[in-house]
């Protein structure tokens, strides 16, 4: 177990330094942040003092090295545009993050579960097909799409909710819904697949011999049997919701990590931006490799590759 998590730290870091030289490397191609801070017809000058004071006049790999420095000791440089300590306004989004994301999270779960049921469990060939047929259109349907309908309907229209915003729960339910219809087919094929495969197994058809109700074989014994694929689909999508709810912060106002960093791109507030990307990268490594345990924890009999049980 401990050279395993050794293994698999020393690859997240490895993966979290690639992540964060692309990043630098793709920012510092995208133009002088200089120029955006600088009034407009600014004499040469003032640029090349904002320059030698940004520590933008540095060869590329001293700035790189530099960086990694700060990052590593836990000191990430000021934002360029407002000056507070990048990392203090990343960890500053965290919450209202995290709130989005366990939120969609289990919605998603409840729906996808459903579906998955719905779609190979029950006996109704017209059901099944319904179900399947509502998952693959919610897979195939963008969740901006999703979003902007149910912005026009329930917001606009109905006047049901808020249109966006955060700081009461009302203004949490169509973001987290929209992002649980995203996860939710995924999650009900898996479901859809450890029930089909399960249910023909010889002590389901024990079970059913011996008058146990079909609600209680699934909730006793299907649903264990399927938490390993869960666990990795919930850990994957999970993941997916930390990192990937950029367009669904924009498009509802929430104030997450996602919004910040598009903002900072667009300011070319580059300190802002890696100290986002870092922690989110970071953030991914370590839920892979909890999820990875967790899978000892559900089923003793999984190994670890260079691990013991």
């Not at 540095?58 to 790189?64: A, G, Y």
């Not at 902007?148 to 109905?158: D, G, K, M």
């Not at 345990?293 to 190994?303: C, E, K």
Request: hydrophobic share 55%; with cysteine.
């Amino acid at each position: 177990m401990i050279s395993y998590l050794a293994w698999r730290l020393s690859a997240a870091v490895l993966v979290v330094l690639a992540v964060t030289t692309t990043c630098f490397v793709a920012l510092h191609l995208s133009g002088d942040p200089v120029l955006m801070l600088v009034p407009a017809g600014a004499p040469p000058e003032v640029i090349e003092n904002t320059r030698r004071a940004l520590g933008f006049d540095q060869p590329f790999l001293t700035q790189f090295g530099t960086f990694v420095v700060q990052a590593l000791t836990g000191q990430f440089p000021d934002s360029i545009v407002t000056g507070r300590p990048a990392l203090e306004l990343v960890l500053s989004r965290v919450p209202a993050t995290v709130d989005l994301a366990v939120v969609a999270t289990i919605l998603g779960l409840v729906v996808g579960l459903l579906l998955g049921w719905l779609a190979g469990g029950v006996r109704s060939g017209l059901v099944r097909g319904l179900a399947t047929s509502v998952t693959s259109l919610l897979q195939a349907t963008p969740s901006f799409f999703i979003a902007v309908v149910a912005v026009l309907v329930i917001a606009v229209n109905l006047r049901l909710l808020p249109t966006g915003g955060s700081g009461s729960p009302a203004q949490l339910v169509l973001p987290s819904t929209v992002l649980a219809l995203s996860i939710a087919p995924s999650i009900a094929r898996v479901f859809r697949g450890t029930l089909v495969g399960v249910r023909d197994e010889d002590f389901v058809f024990a079970l059913r011999a011996r008058g146990v109700r079909e609600s209680r074989i699934v909730g006793r014994h299907v649903l264990p049997n399927s938490s390993l694929p869960l666990v990795t689909v919930l850990g994957m999508e999970f993941g997916a919701l930390l990192g990937g709810t950029v367009i669904i912060e924009q498009i509802f106002s929430w104030p997450g990590v996602g919004r910040l960093i598009v903002d900072s791109i667009f300011q070319k507030d580059y300190p802002v931006v890696l100290a986002g990307v870092i922690f989110l990268s970071a953030a991914l490594a370590v839920l892979n490799i909890i999820v990875d345990l967790l899978y000892v924890v559900i089923d003793p009999r999984v190994r670890l590759a260079g691990g013991s049980r």
